[in-house]
C-alpha cells in the first residue's frame, strides 16, 4: 500500500471525494506541515500552527494510480488560489501537495506543469509542493465528516455540489 497527502481546502470536502475512488483503502483527515508538535482543529483553524488542513490516503496502486489521484486533487479544488478556498481563507487552508517519494515529487511536477501549459484554470497553478512531515489524524468528530453530516448547511451548499460534479467527472474511478 502507498500513500498521498494533499490538502485542498477543507479536509470534510477532500476526504469525501477521495473516499470514494475504487483503489482508495484509507482516507484519514488530519494537519500536516506546521510547526506546532500536537495541533488541534483549534489551534489549527487560527492559523498560528503552519499546519494545513489535509488528507492521508492509503492507496492500491494496482487499483489506482498516483497520477489519477493528483487529476482528482486538481480537478476537485481551485489549485491557483494558494491560500483560500472558497470562503475558507488562511494557510491552513493552502493547496499543497505532500510528498513521500522523489517519484510522487517528479509526478506532481509533470502534472502541474501539463495542467499549467494547457491553461486549464486559466491562471497558474499556485499548489505548494512539500515534502510529507509527521502527520496528525484530526479528531475524531472530523473522520468521515460529510458521510455523517450530509444534512448539515455546509455540506449541503459546498460538499454535495462538489461531489455531483466529481461522480460525473470521474466516472470510471468510482468504487462499485
Given at each position: 500500500m502507498t500513500l498521498a497527502t494533499f490538502a485542498g481546502g477543507c479536509f470534510w470536502c477532500t476526504e469525501s471525494v477521495f473516499r470514494q475512488l475504487r483503489?482508495?483503502?484509507?482516507?484519514?483527515?488530519?494537519?500536516?506541515?506546521?510547526h506546532t508538535p500536537q495541533p488541534d482543529y483549534r489551534?489549527?483553524?487560527?492559523?498560528?500552527?503552519?499546519?494545513?488542513?489535509?488528507?492521508e490516503i492509503e492507496f492500491d496502486e494496482s487499483?489506482?494510480?498516483?497520477?489519477?489521484?493528483?487529476?482528482?486533487?486538481?480537478?476537485?479544488?481551485?489549485?491557483?488560489?494558494?491560500?483560500r478556498q472558497g470562503h475558507d481563507v488562511g494557510t491552513q487552508y493552502r493547496s499543497a501537495v505532500f510528498w513521500h517519494s522523489d517519484a510522487q515529487l517528479a509526478e506532481a511536477r509533470d502534472i502541474i506543469g501539463e495542467l499549467d501549459s494547457q491553461q486549464v484554470f486559466g491562471q497558474p497553478i499556485v499548489t505548494r509542493l512539500e515534502e510529507a512531515q509527521t502527520f496528525h489524524p484530526a479528531e475524531g468528530y472530523h473522520q468521515g465528516y460529510?458521510?455523517?453530516?450530509?444534512?448539515?448547511?455546509?455540506?449541503e451548499a459546498v460538499i454535495a455540489p462538489k461531489l455531483r460534479k466529481f461522480r460525473q467527472t470521474f466516472t470510471s474511478l468510482l468504487r462499485d
Open positions: 483503489g482508495v483503502l484509507r482516507v484519514t483527515s488530519g494537519y500536516i506541515g506546521g489551534s489549527v483553524c487560527n492559523g498560528n500552527t503552519g499546519h494545513a488542513e489535509a488528507v487499483q489506482i494510480s498516483y497520477r489519477q489521484l493528483l487529476e482528482v486533487f486538481f480537478a476537485t479544488h481551485d489549485p491557483t488560489t494558494l491560500n460529510y458521510a455523517a453530516n450530509a444534512g448539515q448547511p455546509y455540506c
